[in-house]
């Protein structure tokens, strides 16, 4: 594909090539976003970033990612502080938003409702997730991490298992990710959930149409026992209709040192888009995992950076700039505190 100028609402638009690119120019990202280099080549351009859901990482992420290039951001959270509150229709706000800034990230309710937002503007419109529908970016940042975390170039992600557990009938980010592996050759999808929340058919037959192996369980350590990549999802609470159906499913599935000590591959990595429900009775990934070697969240949402800037460079037709307006960046800037 040609990133510049194009809006990037699923991850159907990708091909290998694309994330080749992509992620080739995300590592060169990465002295800015751990703080050693700072680039302006973003300078004077502004991000409307629009998020009509709850949000902390992706929102933040998205402008940390733009601010680290230079850029300003200007954001909105919910509707009720918007004008879509007073019922403005969403080709007038994006028709207006786009008249204020250079690239657009939008998080809403509704499946298909970004592509709505794109289709009214010709400023790249980024889908920050459109409901139970995509997480684009998430997927690129989840991927990105996988071949870190396993020390792997693209090439080498086929043959790899990676079981997804949870709700995955709403969970967005797993309906992306599912997706965008099956790019790859000979992976076995192993995918846990309750029955009336399996993965929608549409999804797994895309999987399988690629060769893909996919088994479901409903059996949470049936189904890690031979994964490579373990990924937890919550239980989305804001996409049930009735509190005792939600009630019912909340801390099904759930994974704490000793269980990842008695029932998962040595080595395996454990990741969750986040946010993990943390509250008593749920906690899909247990507090005691913190600072486990194999416990790859954080670092999951701090590649978030690199690859959110990989992308606004590429959309906004300066990847082959960043370098050359970068100087040493000169403040203070501690480890993280689960630094190995
Ligand atoms: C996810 C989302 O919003 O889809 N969070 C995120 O963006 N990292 C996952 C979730 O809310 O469960």
């Not at 870190?148 to 949870?166: P, W």
């Not at 040595?266 to 990934?285: C, K, N, S, T």
Request: glycine share 8%; hydrophobic share 35%.
């Amino acid at each position: 594909m040609d990133f510049k100028g194009s809006d990037i609402l699923s991850v159907d638009q990708f091909q290998k090539e694309d994330l080749k690119l992509l992620f080739d120019t995300a590592a060169q990202m990465e002295i800015y976003a751990t703080r050693q280099r700072v680039t302006r080549v973003l300078e004077g351009a502004v991000l409307a970033n629009l998020f009509f859901e709850p949000s902390t990482r992706s929102r933040v992420s998205f402008g940390a990612a733009f601010n680290r290039l230079g850029g300003e951001v200007r954001d909105t959270t919910g509707f009720r502080f918007s004008s879509m509150a007073k019922g403005e229709s969403v080709y007038d706000t994006s028709r207006v938003i786009s008249g204020y800034s250079d690239v657009m990230v939008v998080r809403h309710p509704e499946e298909g409702a970004v592509k709505q937002f794109a289709d009214a503007t010709k400023i790249p419109v980024i889908n920050g997730g459109d409901g139970p529908g995509e997480h684009p970016t998430q997927a690129l940042l989840d991927l990105y991490t996988v071949m870190k975390e396993h020390g792997r170039s693209l090439d080498q992600i086929d043959g790899l298992s990676i079981a997804m557990i949870g709700d995955l009938k709403n969970g967005r980010t797993v309906h992306s990710l599912a997706k965008l592996l099956s790019l790859f050759e000979d992976l076995s999808f192993t995918l846990v959930s309750p029955k009336s929340l399996r993965m929608p058919d549409e999804v797994i037959e895309r999987v399988r149409s690629r060769n893909h192996q996919v088994q479901e369980t409903e059996n949470l350590a049936e189904g890690v026992k031979n994964a490579d990549i373990v990924y937890m999802t919550r239980i989305q609470e804001e996409r049930f209709s009735s509190p005792e159906e939600f009630a019912r499913h909340r801390g099904r599935y759930s994974i704490d040192r000793k269980f990842y000590a008695d029932q998962c591959k040595e080595g395996a990595v454990l990741m969750h888009p986040l946010p993990i429900d943390g509250r008593p009775g749920a906690q899909e990934i247990n507090d005691d995992l913190h600072g486990h070697p194999k416990l790859a969240v954080y670092r999951q949402t701090d590649n978030g950076i690199p690859v959110r800037m990989a992308l606004f460079s590429l959309v906004l037709g300066v990847a082959d700039k960043v370098h050359d307006v970068a100087k040493d960046a000169l403040w203070y800037h501690p480890e993280q505190v689960d630094s190995e």
